[in-house]
């Protein structure tokens, strides 16, 4: 069982940054493909950046690339979640999910509870 904790949201005008934190309590944070999505209302839930359990690899949806950077410290436990030059549409709850793959198939999902980002124009 793994618990997400999500940090760093709030109100920034367009062309400002935030860094979104999220810690994992237990062990073996090594283990999890660390994803962040967001969500507006009346919208899909949208992937924005993952990364790998090692940190050398990561994807981004178009709309951020250049933009957002995702990062991950093991010791910490912690993933991170840099916005850069953000824009109204940006605007979303942010979730934090962790995600492992076991040998034998099963897939574990774990989520945050969500942190605001709200851009203003």
């Known amino acids: 069982q793994v618990q997400l904790v999500e940090s760093g949201g709030g109100l920034v005008q367009a062309g400002g940054s935030l860094r979104l934190s999220c810690v994992a309590s237990?062990?073996?944070?090594?283990?999890?493909?660390m994803y962040w999505f967001r969500q507006t209302t009346g919208k899909e839930r949208e992937t924005v950046a993952y990364?790998?359990?090692?940190?050398?690899?990561?994807y981004y949806v178009d709309s951020v690339k250049g933009r957002f950077t995702i990062s991950r410290d093991n010791a910490k436990h912690t993933v991170y979640l840099q916005m850069n030059s953000l824009k109204p549409e940006d605007t979303a709850v942010y979730y934090c999910?962790?995600?492992?793959?076991?040998?034998?198939?099963?897939?574990?999902?774990?989520w945050g509870q969500g942190t605001q980002v709200t851009v203003s124009s």
């Open positions: 990364i790998d359990r090692t940190g050398r690899n990561t």
């Open positions: 237990g062990r073996t944070f090594s283990n999890y493909v």
């Open positions: 999910n962790a995600n492992y793959s076991a040998p034998w198939g099963t897939a574990y999902h774990y």
